[in-house]
């Protein structure tokens, strides 16, 4: 999972295995969760995302689970495929009660996926 | 591929030169961003624009300029940066409105910038 430090965590599986992503956040103000993909030379791409209403959506193929109890999110990928290597990172919004985002990326996590 | 288009795709430059940034896009949002990121790091914010007025700055240096002529394009204007302003320099955008800002951001591919 992701956390601070020198080095980003890394998680290898199989094609067709499921993967977990974990995430820890920092502010338990923020209110709002994004889920980002970025493959080399690419901007992050947006997978999905969760208000801190819920505790649990789902999307095609991935799930996003949110626990404020212990500020942790986590993502879900279902049957994963080689393409779905790449660095994702969570996102936690807190804009502070304004109409656009502020957000705060985590450290990322490298997902390879092994045909 | 992204509907947040970003210019140019590469960049090289000298300490002294001056050199502008572009993003655009056309699906109406009126938030837009500027992210800085380096190797293996996550993107860090910039700027935030909001209905075209700077509402956010990350105390970035003055090297850096923002700025937002109309709703759909973004600059980033730079002058006399030093070896380590050498990044990724990503734009996003966002639909602006209702309270929290709860709208995903929306990512160009960015512009590698290298200082010489």
């Known amino acids: 999972g992701e956390s601070v430090g020198l080095h980003l965590p890394t998680l290898s599986v199989q094609e067709g295995d499921n993967s977990i992503i974990n995430c820890a956040y920092s502010n338990s103000a923020s209110d709002y969760f994004i889920w980002y993909k970025q493959e080399s030379g690419k901007g992050p791409q947006f997978i999905i995302d969760i208000r801190s209403n819920m505790d649990k959506r789902q999307g095609q193929r991935v799930t996003v689970l949110l626990n404020k109890t212990v500020k942790h999110l986590s993502l879900q990928i279902a049957a994963t495929q080689p393409g779905d290597s790449a660095v994702y990172f969570c996102a936690e919004n807190n804009a502070g009660g304004t109409s656009y985002g502020k957000l705060t990326f985590g450290q990322g996590t490298i997902l390879t996926v092994h045909p | ?116």
């Open chain 2, 1 to 116: 591929d992204t509907e947040v288009t970003q210019t140019p795709k590469h960049l090289v430059m000298g300490m002294t030169n001056k050199k502008s940034l572009k993003c655009e896009q056309h699906m109406g949002h009126r938030a837009m961003y500027w992210y800085k990121q380096k190797a293996k790091k996550p993107p860090e914010l910039m700027f935030v624009y909001s209905y075209e007025k700077l509402s956010i700055n990350e105390s970035v240096p003055s090297r850096f300029s923002p700025e937002c002529p109309n709703s759909s394009l973004l600059n980033l204007h730079l002058h006399a940066l030093q070896p380590e302003d050498s990044a990724l320099y990503l734009c996003a955008s966002s639909q602006d409105g209702g309270v929290g800002g709860n709208q995903p951001q929306h990512f160009g591919d960015g512009t590698r910038l290298s200082i010489l």
